[in-house]
Structures are given as structure tokens and as C-alpha cells.
Antibody, heavy 120, light 110 residues
């Protein structure tokens, strides 16, 4: 079964850091680009970052550029999102998504999400 | 990065058809055939319903269809069923090398 499982969310103070993980199974992880998408409470979806299958191409939304770093370990079938200098507006459920085609076009498999709360 | 424009809500009766619009610019919706649509039930992860404007992934009902004209894409759901009640989001690749979502549309089935 194709599956994505996020972990690493929690409560962090403004200015703090957190690293999210997304464990993949059921497909050839290295063959597919992956993305992070977030959803603030009661709000819509916001694309955050994407990485190609090899890790050689990386993209960020302006709202997180310079603060967040996406990476992947294809030997461990795991996607990461290192989040630094966190702000209250980063509070959201963070989903990882598997690209159906291309790098940042559409996502056919999603994880269940992990909640990140930035608050003092 | 401004979001694509969707109506906040639409409604339709069981068995009827509804259409949700998604308006962007020539830098996103109008410039690429990379519009996708997602369905999201409360507390659940999004589900891909349409990709590349009008293609349905395997397993998605043919009651769901997509189209595009100029800078506006549309999702049509025919033969409305109770389980179609959900939030729907469009997305598009943008020329800046990013992805942009619409604000979302809440579908109510009467």
C-alpha cells in the first residue's frame, strides 16, 4: 500500500526550530518529487516547498524562503522539512505529498498531516 | 504570492450539477495546463480529483470533470451525491517556479 506518514510536529516558541519527517512506503521513493503543503487552522491550503526525486532541484514559497529547508534521504525513503526562525503565522497542519508528475504540479498521495503550533 | 480566486461557497441539490470556478492569471492558470483540483473532507487530507486541467486519476468517479478557458479553470460535479459535500481547492503551477492554490470552495449538498 502506498503510504506517507508525517511526524515531528509539536509546540514551539516563536523564533524556535522544528524538523518534520515524512516516511514513505509502497512506491519507489527516489523516482518521485515530493512537496510539503500546509493548512493553517480554518484556512486553505498553502504550498510550502518541493524537491525533485534526486534532490537536485528544490523550490520554496516566498513565505518560507531562507527559513525552511527541504531535503530527502532516498536510502531511508524519508522526506524532511527543517523549519527555523518560526513565526506564529507558521502554525498549521503540515502535509507531505507525492508528486503525480513533474516536481510541483499535482500530488496524488498525501500523508495524514502533523500539527505545528508556534506560540509563546 | 496571491492565491487563485474561487467562490467561497456553492450549493446544489442531490442529483444536480454544480460548477466551481478558479480564476488566475496568464502566469499560472492561463499559461499552463497544470491545473489540479482537490477534495477535502473535514479533518482529512486532500484527495486529488483532477490533474492537468481535465484528467481523472484512477478511482475517481467520472461525475467529476475539469476544463479551462483562458485564465479560468472549472470543476464540474454532475449527479451530486451526499458524499460530495466537502471543500474543494484548485491549484496551478506558476511561472515563478512555484505552486499556488485557490482559497477553497465549500460545497453544500442540499
Amino acid at each position: 500500500e502506498v503510504q506517507l506518514l508525517e511526524s515531528g510536529g509539536g509546540l514551539v516558541q516563536p523564533g524556535g526550530s522544528l524538523r518534520l519527517s515524512c516516511a514513505a512506503s509502497g512506491f519507489i521513493f527516489s523516482s518521485y518529487a515530493m512537496s510539503w503543503v500546509r493548512q493553517a487552522p480554518g484556512k486553505g491550503l498553502e504550498w510550502v516547498s518541493a524537491i525533485s526525486g534526486s534532490g537536485g532541484s528544490i523550490y520554496y514559497a516566498d513565505s518560507v524562503k531562507g527559513r525552511f529547508t527541504i531535503s530527502r534521504d532516498n536510502s531511508k525513503n524519508t522526506l524532511y522539512l527543517q523549519m527555523n526562525s518560526l513565526r506564529t503565522e507558521d502554525t498549521a497542519v503540515y502535509y507531505c505529498g507525492k508528486a503525480k508528475q513533474g516536481v510541483i504540479i499535482s500530488f496524488d498521495i498525501w500523508g495524514q498531516g502533523t500539527m505545528v503550533t508556534v506560540s509563546s | 504570492q496571491s492565491a487563485l480566486t474561487q467562490p467561497a461557497s456553492v450549493s446544489g441539490s442531490l442529483g444536480q450539477s454544480i460548477t466551481i470556478s478558479c480564476t488566475g492569471t496568464s502566469s499560472d492558470v492561463g499559461g499552463y495546463n497544470y491545473v489540479s483540483w482537490y477534495q477535502q473532507h473535514p479533518g482529512k487530507a486532500p484527495k486529488l480529483m483532477i490533474y492537468e486541467v481535465s484528467n481523472r486519476p484512477s478511482g475517481v468517479s467520472n461525475r467529476f470533470s475539469g476544463s479551462k478557458s483562458g485564465n479560468t479553470a472549472s470543476l464540474t460535479i454532475s449527479g451530486l451525491q451526499a458524499e460530495d459535500e466537502a471543500d474543494y481547492y484548485c491549484s496551478s503551477y506558476r511561472s515563478s517556479g512555484t505552486l499556488v492554490f485557490g482559497g477553497g470552495t465549500k460545497l453544500t449538498v442540499l
